[in-house]
């Protein structure tokens, strides 16, 4: 419901006023001068104001500069009974809605106070929806800010993380090449002396702590990686060669599986770190024998195209699924397959981070029951 205040010193009018927007279905209110007019604005809400120009003390003109300064929403309809142009200027100049001259007609006041109504709705309805935009912004900026936070902090335990992790596995490093160095002198002096299972015994140990020294020096190689702190000795290498080479210090491995090479007759140079591109196909051909059945087909493919030398390792194994090609390139990343989930460990995340420091590409291609194929690309010379 609108609410109006009337503001005359003469009665009758007040009355009469009241009367009228009553009867419309107006809320009134009636002040006799412009004091308690403020009185009555202070203590309750109005959308429209009525009010004479000719007050006593306060005149209509400074109480319509008064409401405009505290409650400038509120629409103001000034009354004079002296229709001069200058007057109504001056009411339209201090941000009057309209102005009436008295005698003012039933028709007259309503049509005016229903159009000032409305604007003043259309107002309160823009500072509603700017209020709430506002706050909108504010809730936003306050996400933002915790994101940014969190994010901050993030990133801060994760060089705790990494600092802690490169800390340990340096020194662990230390230990395990004296438990190596030993363990070799073992076998080198005593293992004549030693029957057969023993000599089993130390091989298996001997193989283990070699494995676990590789994925420490993994470790500390794609730490040096992400900061970039790994020097990098690239030169113009013959793809084909290196290819053949690392294949065939898998000859021992492969054992029922075939082993099958593609290259052209002609060299296929890129410009490439050999012994870290040696350590990425080597990476690339134990995860093909991880995942190949003994009786499977392990194909590394060397071609060119255009600026890229490309390097394709593909087997005919078990497969991996869509959502999973992404994650094993991630460090320590999972892989659930059927009821088995098994880590993908270091290997894969080195060769990401060496071929792209290269600055070629790895990804792979791959279809459950089907096979995968891990690629790799160096820019050609």
Request: glycine share 6%; with cysteine.
């Amino acid at each position: 419901m609108t609410r109006v205040l009337v503001v005359d010193d003469e009665p009758s009018i007040r009355l009469t006023l009241q009367e009228f927007l009553q009867e419309a279905g107006y809320q009134t209110a009636v002040a006799e001068d412009a004091r308690v007019a403020l009185q009555l604005l202070k203590a309750g809400e109005f959308d429209v104001v009525v009010s004479d120009i000719v007050l006593p003390r306060i005149s209509g003109v400074e109480l319509l500069q008064t409401i405009r300064k505290e409650s400038p929403r509120v629409q103001v309809i000034m009354m004079t009974g002296q229709p001069a142009v200058e007057t109504a200027a001056a009411a339209v100049r201090a941000g009057a809605f309209d102005y009436l001259c008295k005698p003012v007609t039933k028709d007259a006041i309503l049509r005016c106070i229903a159009n000032a109504a409305k604007l003043k709705a259309a107002e309160d309805e823009h500072a509603r929806l700017a209020e709430a935009n506002r706050r909108h912004q504010e809730d936003l900026e306050r996400q933002h800010q915790q994101l940014r936070d969190n994010y901050a902090r993030l990133r801060e335990l994760e060089t705790l993380r990494d600092n802690l992790t490169h800390m340990i596995i340096h020194d662990l490093r230390a230990p395990l090449s004296i438990a190596l160095g030993y363990l070799d002198l073992i076998k080198e002096r005593a293992a004549s002396k030693l029957g057969s299972e023993e000599r089993g015994y130390l091989d298996t140990t001997l193989i283990n702590i070699c494995r676990l020294n590789d994925m420490i020096g993994s470790l500390l190689d794609i730490s040096r990686l992400e900061t970039g702190n790994m020097p990098l000795n690239r030169h113009a290498c013959d793809v084909t060669v290196l290819a053949k080479s690392v294949m065939e210090s898998f000859n021992s491995l492969v054992e029922e599986r075939h082993l099958h090479f593609e290259a052209p007759p002609e060299p296929i140079k890129a410009s490439c770190d050999e012994e870290v591109t040696r350590r990425v196909l080597g990476n690339l051909l134990q995860n093909a024998l991880k995942f190949t059945p003994r009786d499977g087909t392990i194909r590394v493919a060397v071609s060119k195209k255009d600026t890229m030398v490309r390097v394709d390792v593909s087997d005919n194994g078990t497969g991996i699924p869509p959502e999973y090609h992404a994650k094993v390139f991630e460090k320590f990343g999972y892989v659930t397959k059927s009821a088995h989930q098994y880590s993908t460990g270091l290997g894969l995340t080195f060769c990401k981070l060496a071929v792209e420091a290269q600055g070629g590409q790895i990804d792979l291609e791959s279809e459950v029951g089907k096979g995968s194929t891990f690629w790799f690309t160096l820019p050609a010379i």
